[in-house]
C-alpha cells in the first residue's frame, strides 16, 4: 500500500526536514586551456575574450599534455603571470592541471607563488600516494592562501580505478574525481569504440565512488569540436554522462562549453517537476502523515512517490541554484 512505502517519521512537512547541505560551486565544463600559448590564456582569463556563454565553470591551465618539455619553464611563467593577472570580476574559478608528481613538484613550486589560484588538477593518480605527496607539498609551500585549494584526482589507468576508495578519501583537499578515457584505454588495451560501451564500467564505478565521498564527478573530453556531426557527439555524450551521475565534463574548445554546461544542469521541466513533487509532498505530510503519495501528471496518470524521490527533487533544485537559476 503507498501509505506504507516508507516509515512514518519520513513523512514531515517540508519546513521541519534538515536544511540542504552549503552549496558547492558548480564544476559542469572544465575547459583545459594550453600554459604555453600567451594568447588562449589572455582570451579566455581576460573575462572579456569569450561569449558570456562560453565562461566555463572552470577555467584549467595546462601545463602538461599541451606543453612540449621544451616549452614547460616558459609555460609555467606564462601561466602564473595569467593567473596573477586575471580580474576578480571574471566568473571561471582558476585551476593548473600540473605533471604527474611522480617527475617532480617543479610546476607546482613555481604556481603557489600565484595570487590567484582555486584548484589543481592531479594527472596519473594511480595510488593515494600521488595525491598525499602533493597535498603535503602544497600544505608546506603554499601557505595560508592556499589552505583551502582543491584537487581534482584523474583517473587514467586499472590501478587508479582499483585504488579510487583510498584516492578519494585521503585529503580534505579532494574536490572530484576526474575520468580521463584515452588516457585509461591506452593503459588496458581497451578498444575505444563511437558506442563507449567499454568505458561504462571505469565511468560507472568513477561516478559511484565520488558521490560515496561526497565529491563531484567529471566525464571524459568529446575529442571532436566543430561541425554538426560532433556538436551531436558532444550532446550525446553530454546526455549519457548526466544520466550516469557525472556533475560535469572536461571540455577542449570554447565551442563545448555552452553545450556541456545546459547539459549539466536541471532543465526547466525537471525543476518544474521537483518543486511540484515538493509541493505535494508537504501536503501528503499534513494528510494522516503520510509516508508516500500519487503525484498527478498532466495526462491524468498517478506515479508514486516517496522519501527517496523526495531527495532526487530536492537535489535537482539545488543543482540549479549552484547554477545560478533562482528557484
Known amino acids: ?34 600554459g604555453s600559448s600567451h594568447k588562449f590564456l589572455t582570451k579566455v582569463l581576460s573575462g572579456t575574450g569569450l561569449a558570456p556563454e562560453a565562461q566555463p565553470d572552470v577555467v584549467t591551465l595546462d601545463l602538461e599534455d599541451s606543453v612540449r618539455t621544451e616549452l614547460k619553464t616558459e609555460a609555467r611563467k606564462l601561466v602564473t603571470s595569467a593567473l596573477d593577472s586575471a580580474p576578480a570580476s571574471l566568473k571561471s574559478r582558476k585551476f593548473v592541471r600540473i605533471n604527474s608528481g611522480r617527475t617532480g613538484f ?7 607563488s600565484a595570487s590567484s589560484l582555486d584548484g589543481l588538477v592531479l594527472p596519473k593518480v594511480h595510488t593515494a600516494a600521488d595525491l ?27 590501478l587508479g580505478l582499483l585504488n ?35 568505458l561504462l564500467f571505469a565511468r560507472s564505478s568513477v561516478v559511484a565512488v565520488a558521490h560515496a565521498h561526497g565529491l563531484d564527478a567529471v566525464d571524459l573530453v568529446c575529442v571532436r569540436y566543430g561541425g554538426e556531426g560532433a556538436q551531436r557527439e558532444l550532446e550525446d555524450e553530454c546526455r549519457e554522462g548526466r544520466e550516469m551521475g557525472f556533475t560535469g565534463k572536461q571540455a577542449i574548445h570554447p565551442a563545448q562549453v555552452e553545450t556541456i554546461q545546459r547539459a549539466f544542469s536541471p ?31 498532466e495526462d491524468g496518470s498517478v506515479e508514486m512517490m516517496d522519501a527517496p524521490m523526495l531527495l532526487q527533487a530536492k537535489s535537482v533544485l539545488e543543482q540549479a541554484r549552484a547554477a545560478g537559476v533562482d528557484v
Do not use: N
Open 1 to 34: 500500500m503507498l501509505t506504507h512505502a516508507r516509515p512514518l517519521e519520513l513523512a514531515r512537512p517540508l519546513s521541519r526536514l534538515s536544511r540542504p547541505p552549503a552549496l558547492r560551486p558548480p564544476q559542469r565544463a572544465l575547459l583545459y586551456v594550453p
Open 106 to 112: 617543479d610546476d607546482l613550486e613555481a604556481i603557489l
Open 132 to 158: 598525499v605527496a602533493a597535498d603535503a607539498f602544497v600544505t608546506a609551500h603554499g601557505g595560508e592562501r592556499h589552505k583551502d585549494l582543491k584537487f581534482v584526482a584523474s583517473i587514467e589507468s586499472p
Open 164 to 198: 579510487a576508495r583510498e584516492i578519494a578519501a585521503c585529503s580534505k583537499r579532494v574536490g572530484a574525481l576526474l575520468f580521463a578515457a584515452e588516457d585509461y584505454c591506452a593503459s588496458s588495451r581497451l578498444v575505444r569504440t563511437p558506442s563507449r560501451r567499454e
Open 267 to 297: 532543465s526547466p521541466a525537471e525543476i518544474e517537476r521537483a518543486q511540484r513533487i515538493l509541493a505535494q509532498y508537504d501536503a501528503a505530510a499534513r494528510d494522516a502523515g503520510r509516508g508516500a503519495y500519487g503525484l498527478v501528471g
